[in-house]
């Protein structure tokens, strides 16, 4: 397959070609171009040379990247555009272009003609593009990219990724914002001549529904969504039609890599790297679980850990991760930089959480460091079924006080976490990483007080609810220390709220009637809440019901 330069790729690419596709309308070279004539007239016209580049629509946000490099500018590229993002940004940055709430930012221009005579060939050496570490183990840190980096790195993937499909259309679950998914979805896509879809998938479900539209697809992939892909859902669809499946930011367990590759009936490759040092390794599980280096890398020891020479790096570059090398490759063992210092005392990160796996209980875990009056260690945990069957019936803090005596035979009493959570899910963003940030906030938030609603539908004075019961609600606290259950008293004012809110009951409390509470209500489960309110007789019946039966019912008064 013929490679194209980034570099040239606005000069030596034809206007009709296929550039991209939105809901299966195909969008050429010509108008990507016209947006980029437009876009860099917006910003030949102020001085700024470092500009915050933020876009939903990656179609806009590359017209955005070419329109800056065709003038020497850089773009620098954060995740997300929260507020705080935008505060961290404005010491790095001249100006605001694309979806970002601040007062100066530079919108998509209005139309208007653009002459140029020529596309020029993008300087391969210029500061092209400054790109923000995930915040994985700290604060993230900015790293710059030139073109002729990302050039090389291309032309080095399109060595391992090259393929004879034709018709093939990129499909991705990882946003553009993030380097990975820039690399795999826009750059691969312009340096191979291979359309991307402009739907970012965050659903299984969509990557079935956008699969719809083409006859060969390969799909770009956070970890996060291919380790729970629901094997219930129309994978048919898309089996057979996609070439391969693409995944990194972490590595795959041998279970998901062996599942995707059943679902989908397609080779899922694993790309291994940072975003200091691009793509550097690859594996495919259904062949081989050592990771071997991409074509043009060189990789061996320093220590303990990995390595990297490659032509799009200014120079070799060690990672923070462990290897031993095998049978022409290498195995990862885990991270060495997870090393912090509580009450003076070294404290492995990464030995807590593997020890906190070994238990029997835990399928993932996460530890990061608190800094409040006192540097604590803090566990965010995603249970498996048999932890989530403790938690149930022990409860959380006979869970808790177990797995602390469990760490209690490996570390010394300042690295057992004093602060846990323990979410359904661990939350992953949309790039596949868990972030400090994120991890914090879930010891940051108001305490939960109010049922998770998974769904709900309300016709006319009937309304029905089905919820989870969260396990950190306070309502748990103290009722009762081994076997938790959720208190009568807060069904009741559960059901009246949500009678208020769905079906504008009105009035006073007054009174309850035919009160029933026939069977406990425990942490983590899943209850439907029915509602009927008669408004003639002022009367809101409710109940509380499951897959176990009816947990309790009642009217409710007012007046």
Same mark, same amino acid.
């Given at each position: 397959m013929d490679v194209v330069k980034l570099s040239c790729w606005l000069s030596d690419v034809d206007a009709g070609l296929t550039v991209a596709f939105n809901a299966g309308r195909p969008l050429i070279k010509a108008e990507l171009e016209q947006r980029v004539r437009l876009w860099r007239k917006c910003f030949s016209e102020k001085e700024a040379t470092r500009w915050a580049v933020y876009h939903?629509?990656?179609?806009?946000?590359?017209?955005?990247?070419?329109?800056?490099?065709?003038?020497?500018?850089?773009?620098?590229?954060?995740?997300?555009?929260?507020?705080?993002?935008?505060?961290?940004?404005?010491?790095? %940055?001249?100006?605001?272009?694309?979806?970002f709430s601040v007062v100066d930012v530079v919108d998509a221009p209005a139309e208007h003609l653009s002459e140029l005579s020529a596309w020029p060939v993008l300087d391969v050496f210029y500061p092209a593009l400054e790109i923000y570490t995930s915040g994985s183990s700290g604060a993230p840190a900015a790293i710059v990219k030139t073109i002729g980096q990302l050039?090389?790195? =291309?032309?080095? +993937?399109?060595?391992?990724?090259?393929?004879?499909?034709?018709?093939?259309? $990129?499909?991705?679950?990882?946003?553009?914002?993030?380097?990975?998914?820039?690399? !795999?979805?826009? !750059?691969?896509?312009?340096?191979?001549?291979?359309?991307?879809?402009?739907?970012?998938?965050?659903?299984?479900?969509?990557?079935?529904?956008? =699969?719809?539209?083409?006859?060969s697809v390969c799909l770009v992939?956070?970890?996060? +969504?291919?380790?729970?892909?629901?094997?219930?859902?129309?994978?048919?669809?898309?089996?057979?039609?996609?070439?391969?499946? +693409? =995944?990194?930011?972490?590595?795959?367990?041998?279970?998901? @890599?062996?599942?995707?590759?059943?679902?989908?009936?397609?080779? %899922? $490759?694993? $790309?291994?790297?940072? @975003?200091?040092?691009?793509?550097?390794?690859?594996?495919?599980?259904?062949?081989?679980?050592?990771?071997?280096?991409?074509?043009?890398?060189?990789?061996?020891?320093?220590?303990?850990?990995?390595?990297? @020479?490659? =032509?799009?790096?200014?120079?070799?570059?060690?990672?923070?991760?462990?290897?031993?090398?095998v049978d022409g490759g290498f195995e990862l063992l885990g991270r060495a930089d997870r090393i912090v210092k509580v009450e003076g005392k070294r404290v492995s990160l990464t030995g807590i959480e593997k020890q906190l796996i070994r238990?029997?209980? %835990?399928?993932?875990?996460?530890?990061?460091?608190?800094?409040r009056r006192r540097t604590e260690v803090a566990a965010v945990i995603e249970l498996n079924e048999a932890g989530n069957r403790v938690l149930q019936d022990a409860g959380k803090k006979v869970l808790v006080r177990q797995l602390k005596d469990y760490l209690k035979n490996y570390f010394d009493a300042v690295a057992i976490p004093r602060r846990w959570r323990f979410p359904s899910q661990l939350p992953y963003n949309p790039q596949g990483k868990l972030t400090v940030e994120d991890l914090t906030a879930l010891f940051n938030s108001e305490p939960a007080r109010w049922p998770e609603v998974i769904s709900q539908t309300q016709d006319g004075q009937i309304a029905e609810l089905t919820c989870r019961i969260p396990a950190e609600l306070v309502y748990f606290d103290g009722h009762f220390e081994h076997h938790?259950?959720?208190?009568?008293?807060?069904?009741?004012?559960?059901?009246e709220r949500f009678g208020r809110d769905l079906l504008a009951v009105k009035g006073r409390f007054l009174r309850l009637e035919v009160v029933k509470f026939q069977q406990v209500i425990t942490p983590d489960s899943q209850v439907v809440i029915n509602l009927s309110f008669n408004p003639d007789k002022q009367k809101l019946t409710f109940s509380f019901t499951s897959d176990k039966g009816v947990h309790s019912s009642g009217r409710i008064c007012f007046g």
């Amino acid at each position: 397959m013929d490679v194209v330069k980034l570099s040239c790729w606005l000069s030596d690419v034809d206007a009709g070609l296929t550039v991209a596709f939105n809901a299966g309308r195909p969008l050429i070279k010509a108008e990507l171009e016209q947006r980029v004539r437009l876009w860099r007239k917006c910003f030949s016209e102020k001085e700024a040379t470092r500009w915050a580049v933020y876009h939903s629509d990656p179609f806009e946000f590359l017209a955005i990247l070419l329109a800056l490099w065709t003038l020497k500018r850089t773009a620098c590229v954060p995740g997300d555009n929260r507020q705080g993002t935008i505060e961290s940004l404005r010491s790095r %940055v001249d100006g605001f272009a694309g979806d970002f709430s601040v007062v100066d930012v530079v919108d998509a221009p209005a139309e208007h003609l653009s002459e140029l005579s020529a596309w020029p060939v993008l300087d391969v050496f210029y500061p092209a593009l400054e790109i923000y570490t995930s915040g994985s183990s700290g604060a993230p840190a900015a790293i710059v990219k030139t073109i002729g980096q990302l050039e090389k790195e =291309s032309q080095a +993937l399109a060595e391992l990724l090259s393929t004879d499909v034709k018709n093939e259309v $990129i499909l991705g679950t990882v946003s553009h914002q993030h380097f990975y998914g820039m690399t !795999f979805r826009l !750059f691969r896509s312009m340096t191979q001549s291979q359309p991307f879809d402009t739907t970012l998938c965050e659903y299984a479900e969509t990557v079935i529904s956008q =699969s719809a539209y083409y006859e060969s697809v390969c799909l770009v992939s956070s970890p996060a +969504l291919l380790a729970r892909l629901n094997a219930a859902l129309h994978w048919s669809e898309i089996a057979g039609k996609c070439s391969f499946v +693409l =995944s990194s930011a972490a590595a795959l367990s041998a279970h998901a @890599s062996g599942q995707t590759h059943a679902l989908i009936n397609a080779p %899922v $490759i694993e $790309i291994y790297g940072s @975003s200091e040092t691009g793509a550097v390794a690859w594996r495919n599980q259904q062949n081989s679980a050592v990771w071997q280096a991409i074509p043009g890398t060189e990789l061996d020891a320093d220590g303990d850990c990995l390595r990297v @020479s490659a =032509s799009y790096l200014p120079a070799p570059t060690v990672l923070a991760d462990k290897v031993k090398f095998v049978d022409g490759g290498f195995e990862l063992l885990g991270r060495a930089d997870r090393i912090v210092k509580v009450e003076g005392k070294r404290v492995s990160l990464t030995g807590i959480e593997k020890q906190l796996i070994r238990t029997g209980w %835990v399928h993932e875990a996460k530890t990061i460091i608190l800094e409040r009056r006192r540097t604590e260690v803090a566990a965010v945990i995603e249970l498996n079924e048999a932890g989530n069957r403790v938690l149930q019936d022990a409860g959380k803090k006979v869970l808790v006080r177990q797995l602390k005596d469990y760490l209690k035979n490996y570390f010394d009493a300042v690295a057992i976490p004093r602060r846990w959570r323990f979410p359904s899910q661990l939350p992953y963003n949309p790039q596949g990483k868990l972030t400090v940030e994120d991890l914090t906030a879930l010891f940051n938030s108001e305490p939960a007080r109010w049922p998770e609603v998974i769904s709900q539908t309300q016709d006319g004075q009937i309304a029905e609810l089905t919820c989870r019961i969260p396990a950190e609600l306070v309502y748990f606290d103290g009722h009762f220390e081994h076997h938790p259950i959720l208190p009568g008293i807060t069904q009741v004012h559960w059901a009246e709220r949500f009678g208020r809110d769905l079906l504008a009951v009105k009035g006073r409390f007054l009174r309850l009637e035919v009160v029933k509470f026939q069977q406990v209500i425990t942490p983590d489960s899943q209850v439907v809440i029915n509602l009927s309110f008669n408004p003639d007789k002022q009367k809101l019946t409710f109940s509380f019901t499951s897959d176990k039966g009816v947990h309790s019912s009642g009217r409710i008064c007012f007046g």
